[in-house]
């Protein structure tokens, strides 16, 4: 049954963005019965094909519903607390959207030249303890 807890991953995701909330798939991975490790890299979980089974219809319809905001804003001649409420909605749509097809769900800037990174690595690969795996790797 190893394709079972990726569904039910799924499933807890579905219905988070049921209920309109943001969804912190991490936490869900955790309360699924997944390792505290599992629950830091979620891509072990998302990357699996039952879990991008179940997901996929929550996605597309994800993307209608976007669209459908996207137009709404457009067409209507709309107060500030419609346009702001839109604009929250749009903005929760995009996030899970994002979240669930594996794109991008912030931006964040490296600070750090090649050289600086190359030394990061080392100091990493040459630490002492634990395992020395990288997120996700076998």
């Known amino acids: ?13 579905s219905e988070s963005i049921r209920k309109g909330k ?16 599992t629950s ?9 094909k039952a879990y991008q089974k179940e997901i996929q219809p929550v996605v597309k319809q994800l993307e209608k519903e976007i669209q459908r905001v996207i137009k709404e804003m ?3 001649d709309l107060n500030s607390v419609q346009y702001g409420e839109l604009s929250r909605v749009l903005d929760t749509l995009i996030k899970n959207n994002q979240l ?6 912030d931006r964040t800037e490296n600070k750090f030249n090649n050289e600086q990174i190359d030394e990061i690595a080392k100091r990493i690969h040459d630490r002492k303890g634990g395992d020395g795996k990288i997120c996700g790797e076998e």
């Open 74 to 76: 457009k067409n209507k």
């Open 100 to 105: 669930l097809s594996g794109g991008v769900t």
């Open 22 to 37: 943001l969804v912190n798939l991490g936490k869900i991975i955790k309360e699924s019965g997944y390792s505290e490790a």
């Open 1 to 13: 049954m190893a394709g079972e807890n990726p569904k039910n991953v799924a499933k807890k995701v």
């Open 40 to 48: 830091k890299c979620p891509t072990i979980v998302k990357n699996t």
